[in-house]
C-alpha cells in the first residue's frame, strides 16, 4: 500500500509553495496517487483562507477514492474556527463522515504517563 503522511501545516505549507511555485498540479498528482494519506495535527495550527482551500482540494480529491486518517482532538464543531469557513468545514466532515469511522481514544495519555517530568 503507498501511504503519505503529513502534519497538516507541513501540508498547507508545501501546497502553498507549490501554488507559489507553479508546481502544485504535480504535487496534487504526487497526493493522489497514494492509497493511504495521513493527516496528523488537523487543527492544531489556524490555517489562513487559502490554506483551506487547499486543504479543502485534497479531501475533495481523496473522496471515495483514497483511504484518509485524521488525527485531532478538536471536536467538528470548532473546524470552520480554524479552517476560517463554517461552509468550508461542513463540507469537509460531509465528506470525511461520509465513509468514514470516527475512533474516540479516552483514557489517560500515553505520553503523559510516561513522562519524564512528572509533578511531585
Known sequence: MTVKFYTVAELVMRLAEAKRGGTLERLMSEIQRCQLLILDEWGYIPVDKDGSHLLFRVIADSYESRSLVITTNLEFSKWGTVFTDDQMAAAMID??????????FEGE????????????
Request: hydrophobic share 40%; glycine share 4%; net charge positive.
Open 109 to 120: 495519555s500515553y505520553r503523559m504517563k510516561h513522562a519524564l517530568m512528572k509533578e511531585r
Open 95 to 104: 465528506r470525511l463522515a461520509h465513509h468514514g469511522h470516527l475512533l474516540v
